[in-house]
Nanobody, 124 residues
Framework: QLQLVESGGGLVQPGGSLRLSCAAS????????IGWFRQAPGKEREGVSC????????DYADSVKGRYTISRDNAKNTVYLQMNSLKPEDTAVYYC?????????????????WGQGTQVTVSS
């Protein structure tokens, strides 16, 4: 059974850090690009970051460049999103998604499989 499970969310103060994990099972993880998306209340889902199946290519939304870092460990079937210098506007449910294409994208339409999401709240 194909599954993506996010973890690592929580409540953090502005300026703090969190690391999200996306653990995959049930498919050949190495062949899939992985993306991170987020959705805040009343807003559309937004592409945050993505990484190609081969590790070589990454992309970030302008709003998180220089603060977020995506990485993957194919041996562990896991993708990580390190989030630093968090701001209140980063508050959202964060989702990971898998695309059968080798190159990632920040467009949600490319992704076939989705996790259930993990809540990130940035507040003092």
């Amino acid at each position: 059974q194909l599954q993506l499970v996010e973890s690592g969310g929580g409540l953090v103060q502005p300026g703090g850090s969190l690391r999200l994990s996306c653990a995959a099972s049930g498919f050949t993880f190495d062949y899939y690009a992985i993306g991170w998306f987020r959705q805040a209340p009343g807003k559309e889902r937004e592409g945050v970051s993505c990484i190609s199946s081969s590790y070589r290519s990454t992309d970030y939304a302008d709003s998180v460049k220089g603060r977020y870092t995506i990485s993957r460990d194919n041996a562990k079937n896991t993708v990580y999103l390190q989030m630093n210098s968090l701001k209140p506007e980063d508050t959202a449910v964060y989702y990971c998604a898998a695309s059968p294409r080798s190159l990632g994208s920040l467009r949600a339409s490319q992704y076939t499989y989705w996790g259930q999401g993990t809540q990130v709240t940035v507040s003092s």
